[in-house]
């Protein structure tokens, strides 16, 4: 990102924030759409904070493409509210849901959101004409001297043996699941791709909804991850006094007594960090 000069605030631009080459498709193609939307509304980084009522840190991580797994859904409408309040429609923006849809597809979820609308390829930013930037080259993928396929950290691979046992069927359930990347985040164990779990962890009990973080709680409890139980607890924790409420809703409901009862603890004992 170019630094603004000093004096009169400088306007958000596409132009400004770069792709990273280890981005998936999915990836490329929801911060391209959050950027134009952002670049269309003509207002400096201060001012989207100031409009979409979100922090200006939540603007400039989601500029830069620092949430891997996407952010809140509650801070992409608060920014599309404001966007499409203050944009021209004639301006042809990507629809709600199909944000959504590729919101949830780089956090390894199906959609939940039906829309009639095909999803349009993607054209270049009507406001400053930044285009969608090309795939990356097919040599960063395959290495064929090798003579085998890489594989990305998001991608959970089976291995017949390890230091930790993980049954087959807790990896990859048969059963259905409240929180369906549970079964992602046992295949990054099964794996030893400990970095894929961290940062899944730290999403969901960080920046996911409270409703998501609650169902990855219990989902995970019901997998036997009893490490990734206590870890999204530990950042649940850390959370605002009502999105910890938002979470012990749902726990509460579904009896998951003993998980309530630490999510408290935890924020009781956190009330000075947060």
């Given at each position: 990102m170019r630094h603004p000069s000093r004096g009169r605030p400088e306007l958000i631009k596409c132009s400004d924030y770069e792709f990273d080459h280890a981005w998936s498709s999915g990836q490329r193609r929801f911060y391209f759409e959050v950027r134009k939307l952002m670049c269309c509304t003509r207002k400096s980084h201060r001012e989207l904070s100031r409009g979409a009522e979100i922090s200006k840190d939540s603007v400039l991580r989601l500029l830069a493409g620092q949430y891997r797994f996407g952010p809140r859904e509650s801070t992409l409408r608060q920014i599309y509210k404001f966007a499409t309040s203050t944009i021209d429609r004639d301006l042809g923006l990507i629809a709600w849901e199909h944000l959504v849809e590729l919101r949830l597809e780089i956090a390894g979820r199906s959609g939940g959101y039906a829309t009639t609308a095909p999803l349009l390829a993607a054209v270049a930013c009507p406001q400053c004409r930044t285009a969608f930037p090309s795939e990356p080259a097919e040599s960063t993928v395959l290495d064929t001297d090798?003579?085998?396929?890489?594989?990305?950290?998001d991608v959970p691979v089976p291995?017949?043996?390890?230091?930790?046992?993980?049954d087959a069927d807790i990896a990859w359930p048969s059963?259905?699941?409240l929180w369906p990347p549970a079964s992602d985040l046992a295949g990054f164990i099964v794996a030893g791709q400990l970095e894929s779990s961290s940062r899944l962890i730290h999403h969901v009990g960080t920046d996911a909804t409270p409703e998501e973080a609650a169902s990855a709680v219990i989902a995970c409890r019901d997998l036997e991850l009893l490490d990734a139980v206590d870890a999204i607890i530990s950042y649940a924790g850390l959370r605002a006094d009502r999105e910890i409420l938002q979470i012990l809703r749902p726990l509460l409901h579904h009896e998951r007594l003993a998980d309530a009862d630490a999510l408290l603890n935890r924020a009781l004992s956190s009330g000075g960090q947060r």
């Open positions: 090798a003579g085998e396929i890489a594989v990305g950290v291995l017949c043996e390890g230091d930790r046992h993980i059963r259905g699941l």
